[in-house]
Every structure is written in structure tokens, then in C-alpha cells.
């Protein structure tokens, strides 16, 4: 029986033995290139180098080994083709029945501070052509990119003497996968166009979760291969595996109080919206504001904080019900006291916010947008009275918490807590009654307003006047304008105007 040959070029080395061996034992040849030869060799198999196979030699520093027909042709000539089984056999070019390759380290490398020179030099180009050709031709060619898949591909040969069609298919498909996501990193990385013609993804999947949005929903887990984030290299330190609202919650918490790098800062998020955002001086003072926002919302949310957490503030965490507590560090006995709760996700993020721009799924197509990480450098007081330097601090405040709040969005603050947050309401003043009627609820000192748009009337302020808001924020930019400054000016309401919208559906 005439031996079947396997091409085997990796930079991932697990399982790798066990694997050559079992092949070698059913009569396959081993070709083999570089450091995988090296290794093979070590391990007591008997491969060949790539060079016996095409006559010549590898060269520019291991650029140019496999693109070569003797390999190329090897792996595409169709078996049941007449004229492709006499044209190999004319040039002695010897069939290629499976592939197992890896790829070079790109996206392990990509994001590290290492110059361009060096990440071009882990792009592969022999890689993923043996890959394509070898899928292409699955009808023959069993092909290889998942250490994960050798015990697969191992049972099933030594069940039926050779993978099934179906198998050699679905690995193909795997490899069109692969190098699709590959070479959309290396896109992102060369191409300096913010929207270019092509939207690549390259996303990797690191986990299954138990179900989406609702348990009948499934879902995935995956992250992004190109760009280090806070939701990609967290760390669990406690607690039930994660879901997908539980996800998308924690990164709009974290993105909250990233807006204040110079501010002890707390937030707690419910449903993809904030209910809850303070700043303080101490750890424990700051997610005492933050619970006090909304004692109602926050029971069974997600908590985030920009600070180290201590035992005292995890006493504090522990009185309430939470799914999440979020923080860059926390102390031995925080993490003690925290885990003594073992449906909670203790969650330790490392990276600040990073992402650049926010897709949207639509039906049959996507949008893509820059992110709302912008706020005014203009801002003007359209009003006769100006506000104090304590209202101006609240009212920036406010700023920054309704750019989180879906539209339309009003958040009431005392400055240093978003006390009243209306949200997601179909028009301006049901978000404003809403907000200022829960902010009135906890506190009676000066209160000021935040919206994240226009007012298309005048009766924003005038509520807010009835409801004595000592200030207002607003982009401005309706065309009654000029009505909500008169009315602002009757009742002696210092407004700030910011020519900046921050839309957030």
C-alpha cells in the first residue's frame, strides 16, 4: 500500500507528537519545515524537510519555503481528473493528503509595543496559501488548523481508515474562517481608513453562554482579535460564569466612570442603563452616593468603581443583592468578604476603554460610527444670569452621565450625584419629570438639569423652574431655541447652551 502524505508546519506544538506518531503508524509520510522538522525529529519520528520535496531550498529567511507547485499542485490536483492526475505524474509531483498548519503569531503580537518592521515579520504568507489550497481541494485533502481537532480527526480515522467528506468539509470551512479573521488584522493594521471599503471583523470566540437576551436566544461570546479592551482581557475572580447582559452591562458600568480618570468614581448599571453614578473622596463614600441614587434599581445590578476596593466598601457591596461588582484591584479581605457570596462575579478589569467606533446590526446590513467620546469646547451661557462655579461643576457633571442614558435622556445631579436619571422616553419632558420627580425623592438641596438634546419647547424649563432646578445644560439647536432662553430668563435659571448633541437610541 502506497504511503499518504501529511504536510505539517506549526507554531503551536500541542499535541503535535501524539498526532505525527498515529499517522505515522497508519502509514503516513511526515513533511515537515523549520523548527516543526526540528521537533518531529526529537520526538523519534522520521519526517522530511520540504526542500526533499520541491528540490529547492528554503530562502529569504524562511519567506519562501512551500510556495512552490510541488506543494501547491500537490494539494489542488483534483483526484478523479484525468488531466490533473497525468500533469503531476508528467512534472513528479507527489499528492499531498492532508495539511496540519498553524499559523504565525499575528494576533498574539499585533497589539504589542513592538515597531511595524517587527509585527510584519508575523504575518504569514506560506501559511494560509497551504491552508487555502489544501481546503479548496477537501474533497481529497484533509486540512488542519485547530490543535483542538486532532483527537477529532484521529478517532474518526481509526474508525472508518480515513476522515468522511462531511469532516473534511467542516475543517475547510475552518480554515476559510481563519485566514478571513487573519487577514482582516492585518488589514486594520496596514490601512489607515476609518471606514474603508470592506468592513473586516476578525473576532475570536472565547466562550458559549448559557443564552442571549432571553433563555429561548442563543449566544457567543467573542473577542476582538486586533484591539486590547476592557471586556476582552478582564479577569473573573469570583463568582458564576457570565451572560450576555451581563456583558453588555458591564461594559457600559466600566465606560462610566472611565469618563472620570481624575475622580474616585462609582456607577451602577440596570438594564443597559445607568441608575446610579456618584464621585467621592473615599472608596466606601463613593458607592454609598452611587447606592443612593436609586436603592430600588440597583438591587440586581452591576456595580463598577475606578478605584482599589477595600474590606469596608465590600461589607457595604454585600448588604445588597448584585450580579457584578467591577473594579481595577481589590484588596485580600475585599475579595474574602466578596466570595462569600458565590453567585457574584467579582470582576478585576485591567484595560481602560479603548474601542474607536460602535457597529449596529441591521437587517441585511451594518452602521458604523465613530464613538461618542467628545464633549464641547465651546460652551456657551445663553442666559442673562450665569451660573456659580458650583453650578457649573454640577451641570458638567450631569454632562457626563446623560451621554450614557438612552434617549431622550435627562439626568438631575447635585453635582456629585446623578440623583434623578429619565431615560429612553419618547419625548423630552416625560424624561424630564421622570428625573427630577426621583431626584426629588432623596434629596432637597440645589438641584441642576442635563439633557442630551435640544428642547423643542419651552416646557422643559418651565417644569424644571416649578420643580426649582437651579440650572440647565442643553446642546441647543432647535429652531425654538430662542423660546426656552426666554423662559429660562423669566424664571432667572442660569442655562448653558453646548452645540454638541449625544444621542444615545
Known sequence: MSKKRAL?????????????????RNNYELISTGGTFKHLKEAGLHPIQIDEVTNFPEMLDGRVKTLHPKVHGGLLAVRSNEEHMKT????????????????????ENVNKDISLEEKVEFIDIGGPSILRSAAKNFDSVTVITDVEDYEKVQKEMAENGDTVLETRKKLAGKVF????????????????????????????KVADLRYGENPH??????????????????????????????????????????????????????????????????????????????????FGGIVAMNYKVDAGTAEELN????????????????????????????????????????????DGGMLVQDNDSQFSEDIKVVTEIKPTTEQEKALLFAQRVVKYVK???????????????????????????????????KFSGDLVLASDAFFPFRDV????????????????????DQDSVDAANEHQIPMLMTGMRHFLH
Not at 487577514?183 to 475570536?204: G, H, Q, V
Not at 485580600?332 to 470582576?347: H, P, T, W
Open 88 to 107: 503531476v505524474q508528467e512534472h513528479e509531483i507527489g499528492l499531498i493528503d492532508m495539511v496540519i498548519v498553524n499559523l504565525y503569531p499575528f494576533f
Open 319 to 362: 448588604k445588597s443583592f448584585l450580579e457584578i461588582v467591577m473594579a481595577p484591584d481589590f484588596d485580600e479581605d475585599s475579595l474574602e468578604i466578596l466570595n462569600q457570596k458565590k453567585n457574584l462575579r467579582v470582576i478585576k478589569i485591567k484595560n481602560s476603554v479603548s474601542d474607536q467606533h460602535t457597529w449596529v446590526k441591521t
Open 8 to 24: 505539517i508546519s506549526v507554531s503551536d506544538k500541542n499535541g503535535l507528537t501524539d498526532f505525527a506518531k498515529f499517522l505515522e
Open 461 to 480: 424649563v418651565d417644569f424644571c423652574a416649578q420643580q426649582g432646578i437651579k440650572a440647565i445644560i442643553q446642546p441647543g439647536g432647535s429652531m425654538k
Open 217 to 298: 436566544q442563543k449566544a457567543a461570546y467573542y473577542v476582538s482579535t486586533f484591539e486590547n479592551g476592557a471586556m476582552k482581557d478582564f479577569e473573573q475572580l469570583g463568582g458564576k460564569e457570565l451572560s450576555f447582559n451581563n456583558l453588555r452591562d458591564m461594559d457600559l458600568c466600566w465606560k462610566v466612570v472611565q469618563e472620570f480618570k481624575s475622580e474616585m468614581a462609582c456607577c451602577a448599571v440596570k438594564h443597559s442603563t445607568p441608575c446610579g453614578v456618584a464621585i467621592g473622596t473615599t472608596a466606601l463614600e463613593t458607592y454609598k452616593k452611587t447606592f443612593e441614587c436609586d436603592p430600588v434599581s440597583i
Open 177 to 204: 474562517n481563519l485566514t478571513s479573521a487573519y487577514d482582516a488584522a492585518i488589514s486594520r493594521m496596514l490601512l489607515d481608513e476609518e471606514f474603508p471599503t470592506y468592513l473586516n471583523a476578525s473576532y475570536k
Open 407 to 441: 434617549s431622550n435622556a435627562i439626568v438631575v445631579s447635585n453635582g456629585i450625584q446623578a440623583l434623578g436619571i429619565g431615560g429612553g422616553q419618547v419625548n423630552r419632558i416625560w424624561a424630564t419629570q421622570q428625573a427630577i420627580e426621583r431626584a426629588k425623592q
